[in-house]
Structure formats: structure tokens, C-alpha cells
Nanobody, 118 residues
């Protein structure tokens, strides 16, 4: 499966953005999909994921602010980000795992940059 992430940009603190992860292939529904981010000078970290059945998981730092959802008919996973903070600034990557949410993510998109100004 090939993934493309879209929707990044520059936003003021407190604002919102919606990222999209579009996948190729007809078996998208068989993959768990996650969003990860990497801030400058920091390691990549887990943000959120949605399982094949639609269960969702969030890092504590984004709970209550970010929402992940999937539309299998459109081969797309969305990340709605509200109440953005400067510390959310990072390159955001979507990734897909055929094994499950907590397993290895074998497929990665190219990343989309999010910048939150204070």
C-alpha cells in the first residue's frame, strides 16, 4: 500500500487543521493506520492510531484535542487537530500496519509539515 499525507500548514495557537492520509490499493480496510510526528531535533513519536475495526488510540499529549477517523470507502484516514499548541509543531507522518495498531508499521507516507505559531 502507498500512502500520501496532506493538509499540513501554518496555524496560530488555538487553531485547527485536518490532515488526510490517502492510501492506494483495495485492501486499505485490512490495515491499522497511525499518525506519528517528528519535531526538529527530536525523535519520532506516536500520536494516534485507528485499528481495522475502528478502535482509536491517542498519546496523552493529544487526548481531547485530536481525533482520528477513517473512511475505508475513500481509502482515507483523517486527523482532526484542534486547540493546537506550539509544541504540536512537527512533520506528521501516516503509516499503515497489516499486523495491528501496536505492531510494526510497514508502510509510510511522505510526511506533511505542521507549524503552530504562538
Amino acid at each position: 500500500v502507498q500512502l500520501q499525507a496532506f493538509g499540513g500548514g501554518l496555524v496560530q495557537a488555538g487553531g485547527s487543521l485536518r490532515l488526510s492520509c490517502v492510501a492506494s490499493g483495495r485492501t486499505f480496510s485490512r490495515y491499522a493506520v497511525g499518525w506519528f510526528r517528528q519535531a526538529p531535533g527530536k525523535e519520532r513519536e506516536f500520536v494516534t492510531a485507528v485499528s481495522r475495526s475502528g478502535s482509536t488510540y491517542y498519546a496523552d499529549s493529544v487526548k481531547g484535542r485530536f481525533t482520528i477517523s477513517r473512511d475505508n470507502a475513500k481509502n482515507t484516514v483523517y486527523l482532526q487537530m484542534n486547540s493546537l499548541k506550539p509544541e504540536d509543531t512537527a512533520v506528521y507522518y501516516c503509516a499503515a500496519s497489516p499486523w495491528g495498531v501496536g505492531q510494526n508499521y510497514d508502510y509510510w507516507g511522505q510526511g506533511t509539515e505542521v507549524t503552530v505559531s504562538s
